[in-house]
């Protein structure tokens, strides 16, 4: 079975710090993603990688960075951590290549809580 | 644009009672439908998925989701609901090409209690 780890399932930080989010996923998938996950919206994409030191903008990137230095490791940042980012964290992989049928494959989340 | 579009953001149902959650898509072409559910607390999980052939996929937990090309709706569906089933269930369109990959467009979830 494919597994995604998030390192922190929950993360109480202070405003303007800098956040690192970490995600390693085991399959040598070429595709991670990162979401956050809010009541009422859904999973909105942040960004996504789909290759080493490859990054594309999501849906809602203002506030973030991110960082693949290698294959399965996938790193969410928040420069500077402001209340408005306490949220649901999701990262997820899968298969690249133009496989659009493929599923993605989930961590557990971190919840992090801004102060 | 495609969407996806889960129009009940909550529902109740009694345990051992039968189960429909509806979703609906709006997409070019033929899609690639997924249903996911999440626990509280946890990350999500593939229940099924949909690329072509019989338009009744089989999942697990024993559910089960049917395409209706003519209504553009996947809608889930189980026999009868245990108390574990309670959760946040996902609908997801697929086969959209974001750049270098595949982007899933996900509905804003539904949240199922069920009442012993």
């Known amino acids: 079975d494919v597994k995604v780890t998030q390192s922190s399932r929950y993360l109480v930080k202070r405003t303007g710090e800098k956040v690192f989010l970490e995600c390693v996923q085991d399959?040598?998938?070429?595709?991670m993603f990162w979401y956050r996950q809010d009541p009422g919206l859904g999973l909105r994409l942040i960004y996504f990688?789909?290759?080493?030191?490859?990054?594309e903008k999501g849906d809602i990137p203002e506030g973030y960075s991110v960082s693949r230095e290698k294959k399965e490791r996938f790193s969410l940042i928040l420069e500077s951590a402001s209340t408005n980012q306490t949220s649901m964290y999701l990262c997820?992989?899968?298969?690249?290549?133009?496989?659009?049928?493929?599923?993605?494959?989930f961590g557990d989340g971190t919840r992090l809580s801004i102060l | 644009a495609q969407s996806v579009t889960q129009p009940d953001i909550h529902i109740t149902v009694s345990e051992g009672a039968s189960l429909e959650l509806r979703c609906n898509y709006s997409?070019?072409?033929?899609?690639?439908l997924f249903w996911y559910v999440q626990s509280p607390g946890q990350g999500l999980q593939l229940l099924l998925k949909?690329?072509?052939?019989?338009?009744l996929v089989q999942g697990i937990k024993g559910f089960e989701a049917e395409f209706k090309r003519s209504q553009s709706s996947f809608n889930l569906r189980k026999p009868s609901v245990h108390w574990s089933d309670a959760a946040e269930y996902f609908c997801?369109?697929?086969?959209?090409?974001?750049?270098?990959?595949?982007?899933?467009?996900f509905g804003q979830g539904t949240e199922l209690s069920v009442k012993p």
């Open positions: 997801a369109v697929g086969g959209v090409r974001y750049n270098q990959g595949g982007k899933l467009i």
């Open positions: 990688s789909y290759d080493v030191k490859m990054k």
């Open positions: 949909y690329f072509s052939g019989d338009t």
């Open positions: 399959m040598d998938h070429e595709n």
């Open positions: 997409y070019g072409a033929t899609p690639y």
């Open positions: 997820a992989s899968t298969l690249g290549g133009g496989h659009l049928n493929q599923p993605q494959h």
